[in-house]
Each structure stands twice: as C-alpha cells, then as structure tokens.
C-alpha cells in the first residue's frame, strides 16, 4: 500500500524550475519546526519542506495532506504505542540533493526518537531522482532504492 501512494505521490509531480540554493544538511529547513516550516513555504508545521518552490502552494499542501494520510493508514490497533503508530513520512524537495543528504538530514533531525518509525523521501527536482532513508521500524528495506524519474513521469512546465 505504502509504495502505491509512493507511485501516486511521483504522477503528481510538476516541476517549476527557478534559481535555487545549494542544501547541506546543516542549511535544509526542517518542515517540523516553525521557523522550518516557513522556511519550506508552508504556513504551519507539516511533513512537506520545499524551499525552492518547485511546487506550487495548492500542490504542496495536497501533497502534505496526502502525506498526513499515509501516517493514519499505517497505524495499527493491537499492541503497545510503538506497535500501533504509523510511520511518519517527510517529503523533502529540492533542486539538487542526494542519498547522502537523505542520510544525513534523517540522522540530524532524529525525527522518531522513540519508536524509530520515520522516513525521509527526497525528490532532487533538476536531475528527476527520488531518494528515502529511514529508521529501523518504519518496514521499508535497509538498501536504499533510488526510483529515477523519467521524462514520462515528470512534466516540466
């Protein structure tokens, strides 16, 4: 289920190319905060950080609202709270970023310190590709997958 709201996360995507900032993962803006927040072009804390504005504002928060959804639908009813929580999914959008940047943003930003049940994906906008790193809990693999995004899947404007 989690990879065919991945899929339907990809379709979605329309790109607006304007000048953009170089990221570490000392300077991306991390959306759950409230400074982060503003910094990622939305209004209030959420799971969605695109400082480059590659997205339009109706794009960012349907995508955000389609992220929150993700963290419901992977909740469970039995079993103690780590059991029961869904994983927490950030989507993170730049004009240029890496697997090394997922890695290190993740790792920085310690998102489920308790019940290690978040996971970072990374859309590099310019070059089309799709990175994630996540925590133990969250049932994704240990190898890192990168999804290329092909001239097909992606419209530039």
Not at 18 to 35: L, M
Not at 61 to 69: G, K, T, V
């Amino acid at each position: 289920m989690s990879r065919q709201i991945l899929t339907s996360i990809i379709y979605l995507l329309i790109f607006d190319y304007s000048i953009s900032v170089e990221f570490n993962a000392k300077t991306y803006p991390n959306p759950k905060t409230f400074r982060g927040a503003k910094e990622c072009n939305m209004r209030s804390i959420s799971n969605l950080c695109d400082p480059d504005q590659v997205f339009d504002e109706s794009t960012r928060y349907r995508l955000n609202s389609e992220l929150q959804q993700m963290t419901r639908r992977t909740e469970k009813v039995q079993g103690g709270f780590c059991d029961r929580k869904g994983f927490e999914p950030l989507l993170l959008i730049a004009h240029e970023g890496d697997q090394e940047l997922a890695d290190e943003l993740n790792q920085q930003w310690n998102l489920d310190g308790q019940c290690k049940k978040s996971v970072i994906f990374f859309l590099s906008a310019l070059d089309h590709q799709f990175y994630y790193s996540s925590e133990p809990e969250t049932g994704f693999g240990k190898e890192k997958t990168l999804f290329s995004l092909g001239p097909k899947c992606i419209k530039n404007q």
